[in-house]
């Protein structure tokens, strides 16, 4: 099925970027498959939950001048970003998910 591959392409691009990160000396070299597993991951559109946009809502009322869903270089998804700092926050979990689910 199509989309059971990409979901497993998405977790294998995840997989192969926090293998490359914590163990670069094992990990450097390029795959030939690398640039389809991004597009894998990448193809998905991000979905901010209300407790995202609620926490981002309390940052921005303290000043904090942030993008939500920033997308890295390596097409990862930062919850809540200031990009020209390199700071991000991530509001952990699938719970903020599953909290949506119940109203």
Request: net charge negative; charged share 20%.
């Amino acid at each position: 099925h199509p989309r059971c591959a990409a979901v497993s392409q998405s977790q294998l691009y995840l997989f192969l970027l926090h293998a490359r990160i914590e163990h670069p000396q094992r990990c450097a070299a390029e795959c030939p498959f690398d640039e389809s597993l991004r597009e894998a991951y990448m193809y998905r559109s991000p979905r901010p939950s209300r407790l995202q946009k609620d926490v981002s809502g309390s940052l921005g009322k303290l000043g904090w001048t942030h993008c939500i869903e920033h997308m890295t270089e390596e097409g990862l998804s930062l919850d809540m970003a200031q990009p020209s700092s390199k700071h991000g926050i991530e509001v952990d979990g699938p719970f903020h998910y599953l909290n949506d689910l119940q109203t």
